[in-house]
């Protein structure tokens, strides 16, 4: 392993022993591949799933496995062709027996931060499905809750916007406005400190650098 390599497996491995305090269970996987692997495995024949949007589940492989896999109920909101069955999609979520998601944010000592905009991602991430899985790159970790705010506002959000065609500030200027107008995609910050129910909540941290 290059001195980076073992930099990212180091600091893995000290938030997966804070995520263990917080009653959540974390993964290091040094490659995508691992990734995926991983994934699939937690990932039971017969049963129910869906995912938030997220560009690292694209990177890692595992949306495409998903969708791929015929031994899985998958709701999948992009084949949605109404707003009504957008919406039931969003809340046949929450009935899934797991949930795929990425985080903003991750802090050393464990604390995931999420910011959302219709807040579906992080309402699952909250309460509704039996299993979460986290997919991060380690790009995405900070010391604190505020630098992880920080890198929401900074790093991920704008480009975030530009991907998503939204006329917001930091989309047209690169700089975080606190913006409140309608294409705004910073509704609601949820910090995850700790899991209600144990080990519900499973963290793949990846030595790579994934989403924004």
Do not use: W
């Not at 799933?49 to 560009?55: A, E, K, L």
Request: aromatic fraction near 6%; charged fraction near 20%.
């Amino acid at each position: 392993m290059n001195p980076k390599q073992i930099f990212y497996k180091t600091q893995a491995e000290t938030i997966i022993q804070h995520l263990e305090k917080r009653r959540m269970k974390g993964y290091y996987c040094p490659t995508c591949a691992d990734a995926l692997k991983t994934a699939m495995s937690l990932t039971a024949s017969g049963s129910t799933v869906s995912f938030g949007g997220s560009m690292t589940l694209m990177e890692t492989g595992i949306l495409d496995a998903l969708k791929n896999r015929t031994d899985l109920h998958l709701i999948d909101r992009s084949l949605a062709r109404t707003p009504e069955e957008i919406k039931q999609a969003y809340r046949d979520s929450f009935h899934t027996d797991t949930y795929f998601l990425s985080t903003n944010a991750i802090t050393m000592d464990g604390q995931l931060v999420n910011v959302d905009g219709n807040g579906n991602r992080v309402a699952a991430l909250i309460y509704g499905p039996d299993q979460v899985i986290v997919v991060t790159g380690m790009n995405k970790v900070v010391s604190t809750v505020e630098d992880a705010v920080r890198r929401i506002k900074t790093i991920a959000s704008p480009p975030n916007c530009i991907r998503l065609n939204r006329k917001t500030p930091c989309a047209a200027t690169g700089m975080c406005a606190d913006c409140l107008g309608d294409d705004c995609i910073c509704s609601q910050t949820v910090i995850t400190r700790r899991s209600g129910i144990a080990g519900r909540i499973k963290v793949l941290l990846v030595g790579e650098t994934l989403g924004y």
